[in-house]
């Protein structure tokens, strides 16, 4: 009896937040081992679900880097990295989009849906929702910026009842272009923008932002965030992270959460309890 009591407490604990982020739209970018291992993959498919079901209206972005990299070794087609950024050919492009569009998202997709949910996948070339222009042309060929999101094609997804699920390749503005490979940390960030998002998650493989002596920061501002940038506790991957979390809130979004995906449950833990598990980045 006393473990039962314990369950409805709870689920009474998380009722303020559910009650706060009922009809919210969430942005997820879904990433890292919570997107490759079996197992995640299932807690990551219930918590969608459960948020869902409790009127959250979360709209999700993916990556697959590991994926285009084994696709492309597979093919023996050359790919390599400038600052951490795939250098994207016109045939390094045709991969991308079939592992992103033709297969990662429609995994996704069809793991939501025989969970109970109404998931539609999508990229940017659709309804040309996203579009953009080359980060520099002569350096990482068609890797992209971002210039404009429509927002109305994915509010009316969200309101069919929909949760988009959204592979970062974004349209050209010219007749036949072969598209741009986005950032999925960035894109996430602009469609958050572009929606109205209360929130942007990135589920990660760390445990969220942490000091020189590898404790959690649990609470960070922009000021602090910039700090920690400047003296080099913030390094390496997680200066993109955080940048996309900056890109987010001065949009607009009022927090941007980086989690460890690689807890189960990561994403309901840090919604619906107080304490949370990774770090918010606040204006």
Sequence with gaps: MQKKIETVKTLLDALPFIKEFTKEIIVIKYGGSAQETPQLKEKFAEDILLMYLVGIRPVIVHGGGPKINDMLEALKIDSKFIDGQRVTSKEVMRIVEMVLSGEINKDIVSLLNSHGAKAIGVSGKDAHFITAK??????????????????????????????????????????????????????????????????IIFLTDTAGVLN????????????????????????????????????????????????????????????FTSEGVGTQIIK
Aim: glycine letters at 10%.
């Design 212 to 271: 020189n002596d590898k404790e959690l920061l649990e609470t960070l501002t922009k000021a602090e965030v910039e700090a920690l940038k400047a003296d080099g506790t913030i390094h390496g991957g997680m200066v993109p992270k955080v940048d996309a979390c900056l890109e987010a809130i001065e949009g607009g979004v009022q927090k941007a959460h980086i989690i460890d995906g690689r807890i189960e449950h990561s994403m309901l833990l840090e919604l």
């Design 134 to 199: 080359p980060k520099d042309f002569a350096k990482w060929g068609l890797t992209g910026n971002i210039t404009n999101v429509k927002a109305d094609v994915l509010q009316k997804l969200i309101d069919d009842k929909f949760i988009p699920v959204i592979a970062p390749i974004a349209a050209g503005e010219e007749m036949g272009h072969p598209g741009y490979n986005i950032n999925a940390d960035l894109c996430a960030s602009y469609v958050a923008k572009a929606i109205g998002a209360n929130k």
